[in-house]
């Protein structure tokens, strides 16, 4: 961040931000962003593409202005520190006075994913100015039980959490908008042979837990018909809730432009032994559409199927929810200040990589000229910051085979050069004005 000409800090939750402020009278930031998190066994692109790339877009659209003749030219760069490496540094002031539209703001959010506290968004919550709204403070770490207040208490010295956390939240009023490019996690644009997309809406999602306490016994000595199985029960829940999710619409079903997908990624079993009754289970309940009441619709019916099956089976159980976020729509102008940054890319990329890379890349150039419109099934901290930002868009990357939450996660470097340089044109066109000549370190 500090070699793009930022202004770097660390925040009371674990945020990285990264500022450059314009000198123009009533400027405002461009807000862009991901996660720096992953979840268990992930990869390395879901979350840090983002961050690398928005770093790379300020770095490059500074260095073109100035290629271009602004601020001096590539001359007010002075003495570089490791020239030989062909690394670029760029002073702040300077940084800064190139900005003649608005400010720029990098943000590498802290667990966006939710592992540590089974609460999504922390980061992102806590500068969209709700993470105290949403009791998060009280979300317990998964592994200690200890909540989020006293690990920031007595893990990062903070003395009095709510206020700082308070002290975090972003001035809507300061930000234009809010940009993040992520890896698309899904197949349709590799299927299609295209780089990147744009992003239309984000699908809300619930998660729930849901608790069955049994009668642990000896899997020997105890008849069939008087077992009160935790497992079984969770088994018949696992069921219910792929058929209520995979249903017709003439069975009352979601139709197919609803998104529904609902997911058991978590089933925990106690004591775990094979010659024993399980006497507890609990098993995460994920459910996602981009209609709310169509997702309503059906955790009212998963609440429901899981009292039913628990009384009919004897065994206690408790469902929590978790989770909720609201279906999210992006904002046309910033959908389409995407599209026609994509485009204006092509030369960019077409002067960035050598003839073999764009042999290899196949018709990348070309694709930047059509850029889809995907509805993205995932969450995203952009679903957060919208909250406080309603002007809010999204970049999609093509991943190889669409896999994500996976070491197998890929993005091919000519990939992350068209993203980054897609971005870096909508920032020159937001932010920067100038334009200019490529430099080698975009």
Known sequence: MEDAGMAAHVDAVGNVHGTIASAAPGARAVLMGSHYDTVLDGGAYDGALGILVAIAAVKGALLRALAGGAGGGLAALGPQPDEEAGDVSIPPALAASLLTRGSLHVVAFADEEGVRFGSTFLGSRAVAGTLLSYHMLGSKDTRTGATLEEVLREENGVADPPSAVAALALDPTTVSEYVEVHIEQGPVLEARALPLGVVSGIAGQTRLLVHVNGTQGHAGTVPMAGRRDALAAAAALVYTLEWLCSRSPDNGGAPEEDNLVCTVGDLRVWPGASNVIAGYTRLSVD???????????????????????????????????????????????????????????EALVGQVLTKEELAAAGPLEQGLRQTPVL????????????????????????????VSHSPLEHVEPYDVTASTAALASYLQERAVGSTGAVHDEL
């Open 287 to 345: 459910i996602r559409s981009k209609t709310d009441d169509v997702r309503e619709r059906v955790v009212e019916e998963v609440v429901a199927a899981v009292t039913a099956e628990c009384e009919r089976r004897g065994v206690a159980c408790e469902v929590e929810r978790k989770h909720d976020a609201a279906a999210v729509l992006c904002d046309q102008g910033v959908m389409a200040g995407l599209q026609a940054a994509a485009k204006e890319a």
């Open 375 to 402: 509805v993205s099934g995932a969450g995203h901290d952009a679903m957060a910051i919208a909250e406080a930002v309603p002007k809010m868009g999204m970049m999609f990357v093509r991943c190889r085979g669409g």
